[in-house]
């Protein structure tokens, strides 16, 4: 069924960018563990429901560079490492502390953020399972109704690659791409409106050091 779903996630956007990527390398289960061991299992997940294992999580994480052309590992690997960190080793997908109602996905999206990749995904594909409409009716609903909408596995997964593609700007993707320390912190500063600390740091040197998929 997952394979069956990714298959179909591959053409949605391929009238919005350029031609498909051709990448000889994909991110794998034993990469996110290598990044994050307690990415290995859901056994004393928190909370029932959202925790997703890094054998789940990897074909979804990798889809997502496909669909939004996030093809250089500079950029990926910070992708990874701002999910991880967000979503607490991929344990939630929503806000639980201190539980900001329609907060969620696995890079932590605010409402605003999350309504804006509603609404996006029910005008750029006819196959994302998400229409016109049922973003208006979520909107009415209020903010936990338009989480819902984009919190699925493969919309949870995808929107970090979505927020750097539409919502940084040239110069912070630009800067990610580098692979810098300046370049990885302006994208936390400037882009995700995030501060620096340790473990986002921690995280991030942990998937770099792997260089490739």
Known sequence: ML???LFALCALFSTTYA???KRTNTITAADIISIDPKTSSC???PVAGQCRTAEQAAPLVDISFTNFGIA???SQAALVALMLYESGDFQYSTNIYPGIAGQGTR???NPEDNLAYAEFLSTTCTNCGITSAQVQEAEAEGPAAVLDLVNTDEWSFGSAAWFLTTQCGESVQQGLAAGTQTGWEN????CLRATVNDERNQL???AMALKEW
């Open 3 to 5: 394979s069956t779903t």
């Open 19 to 21: 031609a498909p990527i």
């Open 43 to 45: 056994a004393n997940a």
């Open 72 to 74: 250089d590992f500079n």
């Open 107 to 109: 890079n932590m999206q």
């Open 187 to 190: 994208y936390l500063t400037e």
């Open 204 to 206: 991030w040197s942990a």
